[in-house]
């Protein structure tokens, strides 16, 4: 079992919410064929369905929570939090 402090998750959690966030996140596929330098990108729904931040605008909050539970990255920041003090 690898030990972590909770200095070790909390820059991971803002790592991982800068490199999700924006209108052109750090994950977005780019190049042709499209590929991704996110690890997590081939079991994304984000990037297979409609455009994210246009459904923003239209959904109601709780609608857009919703869809983005379900990304991988929405379901590794939901374990990740400052009482986090081992990764198994």
Do not use: N
């Not at 999700?20 to 994950?27: A, E, I, Q």
């Not at 499209?34 to 923003?56: K, M, V």
């Amino acid at each position: 079992m690898a030990r972590v402090s909770q200095d070790d998750v909390l820059l991971l959690f803002r790592a991982l919410r800068t490199f999700r966030s924006g209108k052109k996140p750090s994950c977005a596929p780019r190049g042709r064929p499209p590929h991704s330098i996110c690890p997590l990108f081939a079991s994304c729904e984000r990037w297979t369905g409609p455009d994210d931040y246009a459904l923003g605008l239209r959904e109601t909050a709780a609608q857009t929570e919703t869809r983005r539970a379900r990304w991988p990255c929405s379901r590794l920041l939901e374990v990740l939090d400052p009482t986090v003090s081992q990764i198994r």
